[in-house]
């Protein structure tokens, strides 16, 4: 297994919240990876344990995942020049992969923090892809623009939490609608040693997480179908991540 020194693998805690009109939250051990997009991990014999392609995220998948996020930049009048960009993922695992958000770091050939996408996929099959300016704290607002919980329509704003990883991650998501208290998801992490071991454990700890992601998603809104909280219709989205 060959790393980059920017790769980290983070041990997380996720958390989603909701007040109204029913009390619902839980919280799930999980994990993520944050790669650069122009040096990606070589896992060799691991690569079945944790790949990054193109096709689980934005764009074409005949492109590069760095080809792909370029592009979706310059329809924003973005040219980073080259400069790094950072994405906070899960990777895929053994064919399987599901990622409710993907968080994208992009800079400038200088070093300096450009802007930041954020990348969300229900589990229909529907992606959307925020482009957001954070301040120096990490935080942002954008509107929803995406059907994510049958619960939630497509109303209301997000209020985004995600300063620079290191060491630690964090990425807090808050949605704001009218008349409705805020519905908060977030994960914080540590990062674990970057090596073959930690790959192994994880995938004996945590055996196919991204379809564990999705399966907890589904059981929660069942739960939440049977208490009767009120399904909202879920309008056409354009899967491609344009906004």
């Not at 519905?183 to 674990?192: K, N, Q, S, Y």
């Not at 997480?209 to 879920?234: D, F, N, S, T």
């Amino acid at each position: 297994m060959k790393a980059p020194a920017v790769t980290r693998i983070y041990a997380t805690s996720i958390v989603h919240a909701r007040t109204t009109p029913l009390r619902h939250s839980f919280r799930h051990r999980s994990h993520t990876w944050l790669v650069d997009l122009d040096d990606l991990p070589r896992l060799g014999w691991l690569r079945r344990l944790a790949s990054f392609e193109a096709r689980d995220h934005l764009g074409s998948p005949q492109l590069t995942l760095r080809q792909n996020l370029d592009t979706f930049l310059a329809t924003e009048g973005i040219d980073l020049e080259g400069g790094r960009i950072l994405m906070l993922a899960m990777p895929r695992v053994l064919g399987t992969v599901f990622n409710p958000i993907s968080v994208y770091w992009c800079h400038t050939a200088d070093g300096r923090l450009a802007c930041n996408v954020v990348e969300v996929h229900n589990t229909y099959g529907d992606r959307h892809a925020y482009l957001v300016h954070a301040d120096d704290q990490g935080h942002a607002e954008v509107d929803k623009a995406l059907y994510v919980s049958p619960f939630n329509d497509v109303s209301g704003r997000y209020r985004l939490t995600i300063p620079a990883p290191g060491e630690t991650v964090r990425v807090q998501v808050v949605l704001e609608r009218p008349d409705h208290a805020p519905f908060v998801a977030g994960l914080r992490g540590r990062a674990l040693p970057v090596r073959s071991g930690t790959v192994l454990r994880l995938a004996i700890t945590q055996p196919l997480e991204p379809l564990a992601v999705a399966a907890r998603i589904r059981w929660h809104g069942i739960r939440l179908w049977l208490r009767r909280l009120p399904v909202q219709p879920r309008p056409s989205h354009h899967q491609e991540a344009v906004q």
